[in-house]
């Protein structure tokens, strides 16, 4: 068999390696967090009727090509999934085990604000078959929650998550740190009072200034002050690895950290190089039809993708993938994850290796780890993690 057909049915296999995930994204949230540069967007009315049915649609239209593939995962995304009657959440599950085969242990997860959170709401998403939440609380300080545009409280955010404790095995919430005026000591404090609280799974991220967002804008007019300087946020990054490996918590990824074995599934279908289907405004997908990979991504304004899909348009682009572009991806991703790339995997992707340069150069330096043919970045290196790739893919080029 010709070296292409080989590579092409190595293509066609690759992603059951990583997995098959859905991914519902819901576009609306009460306030817009000045930080954010999600596809978020405030609307004083929701026509959840009209909704739901554009996404049973949009369910209908995706599976027509996967169709006998088993479901790993389900994640109701935002935006403020939180925002949707339970109703809405039931019809599309429901709409879901009637497309795919589910897997057993399949996990089904959904965002969910303080803010936004009823103990009744909880109860049916629950019921409707979601089972792992994830909370946004990003501080336990109600300073920087004003600051960070966010409309709860910590009591409002601690009372909210024990509703989720009490409904639901599997918690994670989010905490953002290194943020303007933030010590060392004021994020070891919160660290501290977040690990009395955690379940099984936290997601850490230092604050980061995007452009077109509020934050970015003020930030460029020098509007924004008190920002940590680098050797301080990256103070705050250490300090998050060792108190969270020693209360239990290992960093999984760069800014993840989860008891062995509660690991976020479907967001390590990503980083694996899985196959999963985006759908709703915005959302993106990476798809294996026919022995190609293609990258699919909804148009972004709420408004439009919804009269499109009610009127029985197909409102999302797909762009096919070289075996090149597959393979970048499964660096910068695979990178970001302890298990990291399978170097045999990364062969059969593209026919030929990494660059043996760039790759002694980054051992040699202590950025990545090589057992065998599994190549890991090490501590050293997820902090350059953006260099350490871009040496790797620069160089192959």
């Keep these: 068999m010709p070296c292409a057909n080989l590579l092409q049915v190595a293509l066609v296999e690759d992603w059951q390696l990583g997995g098959f995930g859905l991914y519902i994204h819901w576009p609306f949230c009460k306030a817009k967090c000045p930080y954010c540069d999600f596809n978020s967007h405030v609307s004083r009315r929701i026509d959840q009727t009209r909704w739901t049915d554009a996404y049973l649609r949009e369910i209908d239209r995706v599976a027509k090509d996967t169709s006998g593939r088993v479901l790993n995962t389900v994640f109701f995304g935002g935006g403020t999934p939180s925002l949707m009657a339970p109703e809405t959440v039931d019809a599309i599950l429901d709409r879901i085990r009637s497309s795919w085969t589910m897997a057993n242990d399949i996990e089904v997860t959904l965002e969910a604000n303080p803010g936004s959170v009823e103990a009744g709401r909880f109860a049916g998403y629950r019921d409707a078959g979601v089972n792992r939440i994830s909370m946004g ?20 955010a601690r009372q909210a998550f024990d509703v989720a404790r009490y409904c639901f095995d599997r918690v994670s919430f989010d905490l953002i740190y290194a943020r303007q005026n933030q010590t060392l000591s004021d994020w070891q404090t919160e660290l501290t009072d977040a690990m009395s609280m955690a379940v099984d799974h936290l997601s850490l991220y230092q604050l980061t200034i995007e452009d077109g967002t509020a934050f970015g804008d003020r930030y ?15 103070d705050m990054y250490q300090i998050t690895q060792d108190m969270c490996a020693k209360n ?15 690991e976020s599934r479907h967001n390590m279908i ?23 990979r293609h990258a699919t991504e909804a148009i972004r304004n709420p408004t439009p993708w919804l009269d ?11 762009e096919t993938l070289s075996q090149t572009e597959v393979a970048e991806e499964y660096v910068m991703m ?26 002694s150069k980054l051992l040699e330096l202590g950025l990545l780890d090589r057992d065998g043919d599994v190549l890991r970045s090490t501590h050293a290196g997820m902090l350059v993690l953006n260099s350490v790739i871009a040496e790797l893919l620069t160089s192959q080029a």
Excluded at 220 to 234: I, N, V, Y
Excluded at 308 to 318: F, K, L, P, Q, S
Excluded at 334 to 357: A, H, M, S
């Design 308 to 318: 499109r899909v009610t009127a029985g348009e197909d409102c999302t682009t797909r």
């Design 220 to 234: 460029q007019a020098g509007r924004l002050r008190g920002l940590p300087k680098d050797d301080l946020a990256a």
């Design 270 to 292: 990503y980083w694996s190089g899985g196959d999963y289907l985006g759908i709703g405004p915005g959302a993106h997908g990476r798809v294996t039809l026919n022995g190609q």
């Design 248 to 262: 239990g918590f290992p960093r999984y990824e760069v800014s993840n950290h989860a008891r062995p074995g509660a």
């Design 137 to 156: 609380i990003q501080a336990l300080n109600d300073e920087d929650l004003k600051r960070l545009g966010r409309i709860h409280t910590v009591r409002e």
């Design 334 to 359: 695979g990178l970001r994850v302890n298990q990291g790339i399978d170097l045999k995997r990364y062969y059969q992707i593209t026919g030929q290796d990494l660059p043996e340069g760039a790759l």
